[in-house]
Nanobody, 126 residues
Framework: QVQLVESGGGLVQAGGSLRLSCAAS????????MRWFRQAPGKEREFVAA????????YYADSVKGRFTISRDNAKNTVYLQMNNLKPEDTAVYSC???????????????????WGQGTQVTVSS
């Protein structure tokens, strides 16, 4: 079973940047498709970004497209989320998810499966 630990969250002004990291251990990281989700207070968890185990395919929510970039370093067992031009509506707890298997393009938005980290808080002030 893979264990995930997120870091890099914090308080930033609107227009600023943060880079989140998610370090994996206890599994074969290079075989996992990795995803970032977020949950704001009083709202449901929502998909943010996803990256195929190969690193060759990425997906983004429309709300972050052009501002966020997901990447991975399989040698370091780490996935990253570079967040630029942050907005107050990006405020949430960000969590990473690891899931192996086929059919990535059909389930990448589905939060019902996979292993989760504990999350890291991102707060964007206006």
């Amino acid at each position: 079973q893979v264990q995930l630990v997120e870091s890099g969250g914090g308080l930033v002004q609107a227009g600023g940047s943060l880079r989140l990291s998610c370090a994996a251990s206890g599994g074969t990281f290079s075989s996992y498709n990795m995803r970032w989700f977020r949950q704001a207070p009083g709202k449901e968890r929502e998909f943010v970004a996803a990256i195929h185990w190969s690193g060759g395919v990425t997906y983004y929510a429309d709300s972050v497209k052009g501002r966020f970039t997901i990447s991975r370093d399989n040698a370091k067992n780490t996935v990253y989320l570079q967040m630029n031009n942050l907005k107050p509506e990006d405020t949430a707890v960000y969590s990473c998810n690891a899931r192996g298997g086929f059919g990535f393009s059909t389930w990448y938005r589905n939060a019902d499966f996979g292993s989760w980290g504990q999350g890291t808080q991102v707060t964007v002030s206006s």
